[in-house]
């Protein structure tokens, strides 16, 4: 019995380790302000939008301060259609005729969040058809599941496409794929402007480039360097169409797949590690503002867009939270959901040391407590310095192993 | 002897039985009715699409119910029990307490496995119709969640009504409560694939728990 109490103490410990520290969050969380910055040609330095206070202050990178409509005109590959409006917008730039559709062709978001990986996934694809008759994408008809083969399945009748799926199994192996895939990346949506497929990694960590091109496979194999290991691929599919994907590598390297001959190009990127830090890419046809956000810091990156070469870098320290306070209450905490995945599991994290001088308070007022009684308990004694406000609370609520 | 006390279980519990039976089939059968009709008015593919791309569970409204099962038939085999102390009548059998409890929510156990057997069994065939294994298998990772917080239900039933004294009681409803509430943080499909093991090992404790009610009740705490 005395190890049942023991269980039930620690997991009221647990409960309250969990519930107390989310309490205390939900009374005193503060928004986190980081603020916008992209990079301006015109001035060479970043142009930063951020909030104080609630109010808004437009400067560069050199501390120098700007009105709204200021602010609009060194940055006219964000506001272009406002400088539009006002008959503002240069004809060209840098040499480079501009116009609105011009910029909205060349401008692309790219934003990489770790919980866009680390979720569960159902391993079925739409292969669309990459130059449909139509000028809109359509549904394929079938999903393909792809293991050591590739197989088309009709949701309608639940039978596979045993022709269909031949032939891409062959062309699949002709070109090298050893399958189960590792790593399968796609836009399955026919809200897009065309189709490029699904880009892979295979059992033998090649790439591959997979499309269905007038109802026929098209395959290619993707060069990479062998240390290169993948963590993750976006399909762009973006207007401009000068590059296929995004590749993260697991060490936080970017690359894109450009459309001339499948070289790999690699983008300057601050340092970056996928399981836990956001990525932004804001490109335009001069620049592409890299930013990678992290608990601790926002760094962004100007890269030319052309030459890929860093231009200059901006970095924003995130002021930490107060969390002194906390951390001297709870000696620990536990979640179970995190903004970097999208699965619920126990994560346990350790506040340090600086909740001793409180646990040892509260353990000597249950000493003196217990000692008048005459009644000690050597294991809530024990969790009470180790777990601190949290044992205390459980010995209120469930009592000690001494008296069951 | 045990045979008796099951008898008893069973007067207690048919009532039960017999709605949450009828109430899972005809939840079921409308679920798979509306999924039919999807189906029919949109086609296959688009409802795959809705499952595999934008992370949609069609069969959501299943969420509590094996919760209520779990709370219902714990409260129809456990409140007669304290209804006037009578639970003291029961552990007066020539047997040990222990026994006794096993016995009793052993039975229960049963009943909600066979119950939640049943109807994980009905909608995995049922989807196997319309989808492919993958979206099934992610289909009854969803629900493993739901299904294990109906034997948690039942358990925490038994472990706070079996407990003697108001004191203990709340507590002890205050933790079961904050357990099953860490079974329903989620609504994206397959969130708790990771926890097979946490939920086996507290499956497990709280089952043992409700031993430490009885033993309390042994040695007499008032």
Redesign the interface.
Known sequence: ?KA??T??II??IL?LS??LPWVWKLATDKPQNNPFVYYSSLINSFGIRSTINETTLLTDARDNSYTQTQFDSILPMVYYRQLAREGQLPDSLHGQEINQRIIARNNFFYRYRPSDKN??L?????LFESMPKRIDLE?P?D?M?LRKKPEF?N??T?NSNTHKSARFAIELEKNGFVGPPSLIAGN??TRKSYDEGYVIVDQNKNLFHLKMVNARPYVAKIEMPEDLHLSWITVTEYPTKTFYCFLISKDGRLFTVQTDGYKLKEIPTPSFDPETDNLLIMGNLFHWNIQVSTNQRQTTYAVDAHSFKLVNQYTFETLPPKEWLQSSIFPFSIN??SAND?????RIKFNGWTHLPASVLLLLGYLALQYRKKSWCPVTTILLLVTGIYGLLAFL???DTKH? | MIKALLYKEWLKTRWFILGATIAGLLLQNWLFMKTGRSLRLV???????V???RNQFLFTELKYLPLFSGALMGLAQFLPEITNRRIKLTFHLPLREKTITAWMVGYGIGVLLLLFILQTSILAVGMSV?F?P??VA?GL?TVM?WYVGGLWAYLACAFVALEPTWR?RI??L??TV??LR?LY??D????????PV?LMA?TI?LT??T??SV??FK?GRQ
């Open positions: 019995m049942l109490k269980l039930q997991i009221t409960m969990w519930l979720q569960p159902i391993p079925l694809y739409a549904m008809g999903i599941r399945i949701p309608d639940g399955p949506t179970f959901s999208k699965f619920i599991f126990p609520l469930v009592g069951i | 086609g296959a593919e688009h409802i795959w699409d499952i595999i791309n319309n492919a993958e979206i992610n990772l969640p203990q507590p002890n205050l933790v904050a357990l860490t943080l989620s994206f499909p397959a969130a708790y694939q990771k926890m946490y507290l404790v043992l728990w031993w430490l033993y309390r040695i």
